[in-house]
């Protein structure tokens, strides 16, 4: 457990450098240059995630009794959160469709749809740990942004077109349809279990 917790520390920490420490942030890019600050930005983020991966593996292998135990007709609940989560990630690395403008920032929100997904159906004690963890980020992320915006330093998405919609949601469904299929088993190491 204490390598996960080192991991979410260190991902999430990373992943919130602009929230809590904008002061440091602007003088490395100024002292590194912008290219190279997101190089480095880059490697931690990779570095940190591969850390926080394996801890939550090791803390799987040595985990005991869950706290709870979701009903098996909850799998569903979690695969629609699921498809509408990759949907909102999927928009919001597209020309922006109805999805990205209305939600205004998909990626945070699909974070906080992800997590509460998994923490409907994982009960072990470092799963919770990980997914309110990253629920916690998620909101605290999304009330910096608003402030941000309200100090006029983000700049909304403009609308392109609904195409991008409708290109959001199928990607969106293929790749929930792939995650099922046993991309899941393949990346996280769990099947997704589809109760009957």
């Given at each position: 457990m204490t390598l996960l917790l080192i991991g979410l520390v260190a991902f999430l920490g990373v992943h919130s450098i602009r929230v809590f420490a904008p002061g440091l942030r602007a003088g490395l890019i100024e002292s590194l240059g912008k290219g190279a600050w997101m190089g480095l930005y880059s490697v931690a983020s990779v570095a940190t995630l591969a850390l926080l991966a394996y801890g939550f593996h090791q803390a799987r292998l040595e985990s005991g009794e869950p706290l709870y135990t979701a009903p098996a007709w909850m799998v569903h609940v979690t695969v629609t959160l699921m498809l509408i989560a990759l949907i909102l990630a999927v928009s919001s690395v597209l020309p922006a469709g109805y999805i990205a403008t209305k939600t205004r920032h998909p990626?945070?929100?699909?974070?906080?749809?992800?997590?509460?997904?998994?923490?409907?159906?994982?009960?072990?004690?470092?799963?919770?740990?990980?997914?309110?963890?990253?629920?916690?980020?998620?909101?605290?992320?999304?009330?910096?942004?608003?402030?941000?915006?309200?100090?006029?330093?983000?700049?909304?998405?403009?609308?392109?077109?609904?195409?991008?919609?409708?290109?959001?949601?199928?990607?969106?469904?293929?790749?929930?349809?792939?995650?099922?299929?046993?991309?899941?088993?393949?990346?996280?190491?769990?099947?997704i279990p589809m109760a009957g």
């Open positions: 990626l945070i929100t699909a974070v906080k749809v992800w997590a509460l997904a998994h923490l409907l159906v994982n009960g072990e004690a470092y799963a919770v740990i990980t997914f309110v963890a990253f629920l916690a980020w998620a909101v605290v992320l999304r009330i910096a942004v608003k402030r941000r915006a309200r100090a006029g330093e983000v700049t909304e998405r403009s609308f392109v077109s609904w195409i991008w919609d409708l290109a959001s949601v199928v990607i969106g469904l293929g790749l929930a349809i792939a995650l099922i299929k046993g991309l899941h088993l393949w990346l996280i190491g769990v099947p």
